[in-house]
């Protein structure tokens, strides 16, 4: 049997934070497990979050967001950078995307950083030994990797007929489940359940 979990989601949109806890559920009970990260790239500098959004995060996830990120709700979000460096590092340094992602969603949401600028982010690459080249830090477009990235969600989104972010999907041998990340939010190690019994199945 073949099984693969793939997330779609955008280091910026805090739904997609708090669904980071459920991969990385998923991924320590089943660590042999391909997982495949999908930055969807959805931040472009024209929209920022609001108090009512992180309210409805916080009342619907066990998590409570700091008063640094609160802070920060009235500026811009633009994901382009860590779209570009994600895609990097799932093609070239797979074995520590997760990390990544975990370590820039941390700096994000916890610490307020926009993680918008190679300054932003050089320290947690540096931290986890990883050297990604000029074309990972890029800002102001996206990279030929996070475009192929981009083609790939849209081929998931006409399987699953959503646009939604963020998307947690199990694939089985041919099939594609899409997980309802929403129950599992106040408790992220449920979810490995019923990804076991998706797997049963």
């Given at each position: 049997m073949q099984?693969?979990?793939?997330?779609?989601y955008d280091s910026h949109?805090?739904?997609s934070y708090v669904s980071t806890a459920l991969v990385n559920q998923v991924h320590a009970a089943?660590?042999?497990m391909p997982l495949y990260l999908l930055h969807?790239?959805?931040?472009?500098g024209e929209d920022m979050m609001t108090t009512q959004q992180i309210d409805n995060v916080e009342k619907d996830s066990d998590l409570t967001f700091t008063a640094q990120y609160k802070e920060?709700?009235?500026?811009?979000?633009d994901s382009t950078l860590i779209a570009n460096l994600m895609a990097w590092a799932s093609n070239k340094q797979p074995q520590h995307a997760l990390a990544l992602l975990n370590a820039l969603q941390?700096?994000?949401?916890?610490?307020?950083?926009?993680l918008t600028s190679a300054d932003d982010v050089m320290a947690i690459c540096e931290q986890l030994k990883l050297s990604p080249p000029k074309k990972?830090?890029?800002f102001d477009k996206l990279s030929k990797d996070a475009e192929s990235v981009l083609f790939d969600i849209d081929e998931f989104r006409e399987i699953i007929g959503t646009n939604a972010i963020p998307a947690l999907m199990l694939a089985v041998n041919d099939n594609l489940i899409l997980l309802n990340h929403n129950l599992y939010l106040k408790q992220p190690s449920a979810i490995v359940d019923a990804v076991k019994l998706e797997i049963k199945e």
């Open positions: 099984t693969s979990l793939f997330f779609i949109c805090p739904w089943f660590p042999k969807d790239a959805h931040f472009d920060s709700l009235s500026e811009y979000r941390k700096a994000h949401f916890e610490q307020g950083n926009p990972a830090l890029a």
